[in-house]
């Protein structure tokens, strides 16, 4: 079946200009993660939506990140007023469900930001 | 809160070579995941495993294996008889599953290989 799948697959903006993500999970997968991955670094986690409920927005570096998710569908990372230190991958994962058990993640390919 | 350590930035070894990806975590939850992710060049991040806190079994999978032991927190792998298509950097990651019902993955810092034929 159709993987995670993101767009575009590479943006160049000027700093602070706004920029939005895009996100297809797997269909019926309820939970949706964006991470990003500045270059030659792990992954950090931004944000998380399960189902309806409200997201977690934990991870989210400043309120000039901000996303959005229509039902179990897709989903949105919103950044503006960019900076040159939010270049980076931006990389959106999907799984089944969440709980008390952990089930893998499936990434989609990213999106490479980079602000000029 | 927790934490994944891969102190291996960078691995070099020759076609055939058996290596070791180590990883060492830190998590106050009992309950919890461990996971392996392979991200090749193309970029994109590929699931290897998933073990949970309660399973100590050790796993192998073709040339894949993985060494799992809670008494130090680590979670190894290791891949014999390399091949160059194993070049890529590999992730370490873990989630808390018990108070935690996010499930988001905390990584390592990941540990490039490269396979030189």
């Known amino acids: 079946g159709a993987g995670v799948s993101q767009s575009p697959s590479n943006k160049v903006t000027e700093k602070g200009k706004d920029v939005e993500l895009r996100c297809d999970p797997i269909s019926g997968h309820t939970a949706l993660y964006w991470y990003r991955q500045r270059l030659g670094q792990g992954l950090e986690f931004l944000i998380y939506?399960?189902?309806?409920?409200?997201?977690?927005k934990s991870g989210l570096p400043s309120d000039r990140f901000s996303a959005e998710r229509t039902g179990e569908s897709v989903s949105t990372l919103t950044i503006q007023r960019t900076q040159q230190e939010d270049s980076a991958v931006y990389l959106c994962a999907s799984s089944p469900r969440t709980g008390k058990v952990s089930y893998e993640q499936y990434f989609g390919p990213g999106t490479r930001l980079t602000v000029t | 809160a927790q934490k994944v350590t891969q102190a291996q930035t960078e691995i070099s070894v020759v076609e055939k070579e058996d290596v070791t990806l180590d990883c060492v975590y830190e998590?106050?939850?009992?309950?919890?995941?461990l996971f392996w992710y392979k991200q090749p060049p193309s970029g994109e991040l590929v699931f290897l495993i998933r073990?949970?806190?309660?399973?100590?079994q050790n796993e192998i999978s073709g040339r894949y294996s993985w060494n799992f032991q809670k008494s130090t927190s680590s979670f190894n792998f290791t891949i014999t008889a390399s091949q160059v298509v194993d070049s890529a950097v590999y992730f370490c990651a873990l989630s808390e599953a018990g108070r935690n019902a996010g499930n988001m993955l905390t990584f390592g810092g990941g540990t490039r290989l490269m396979v030189k034929p």
């Open positions: 073990r949970n806190s309660f399973d100590e």
């Open positions: 939506f399960q189902g309806n409920s409200a997201p977690d």
């Open positions: 998590t106050r939850d009992t309950t919890y995941y």
